[in-house]
């Protein structure tokens, strides 16, 4: 069983910066792939970030590609996502979640993940 946690949210300009942390339990963080996905108010969760166990690949959702970075500590068994140029269209609770699976496929659905997080608000004023 893993719990996650995410902190970091908040108001900023746009413009500005935040960097989120989702802080893992358990002694297994180190097998999860991990992905960040958030969910704008009124809309559907949509996927943000993707990144492997060992921190060796990532992959990003087209609107967030150059200006979000996704990283992971798996001494620390936490896993950030720094966003830096924020739009007010980034504004939306964010979450990380968690799954066994290495593979690419599926890494952008929510269904395929297995832990989540209660999630961290995001708002970007203009």
């Known amino acids: 069983q893993v719990q996650l946690v995410e902190s970091g949210g908040g108001l900023v300009q746009a413009g500005g910066s935040l960097r989120l942390s989702c802080a893992a339990s358990g002694r297994t963080f180190s097998t999860y792939a991990m992905g960040w996905f958030r969910q704008p108010p009124g809309k559907e969760r949509e996927f943000v970030a993707w990144i492997r166990s060992t921190g060796g690949s990532t992959y990003y959702a087209d609107s967030v590609k150059g200006r979000f970075t996704i990283s992971r500590d798996n001494a620390k068994s936490t896993v950030y996502l720094q966003m830096n140029n924020l739009k007010p269209e980034d504004t939306a609770v964010y979450y990380c979640?968690?799954?066994?699976?290495?593979?690419?496929?599926?890494?952008?659905?929510?269904?395929?993940?297995?832990?989540w997080g209660q999630g961290t608000q995001v708002i970007v004023s203009s």
């Open positions: 979640a968690g799954r066994r699976a290495q593979i690419e496929w599926g890494r952008t659905l929510p269904n395929t993940y297995e832990y």
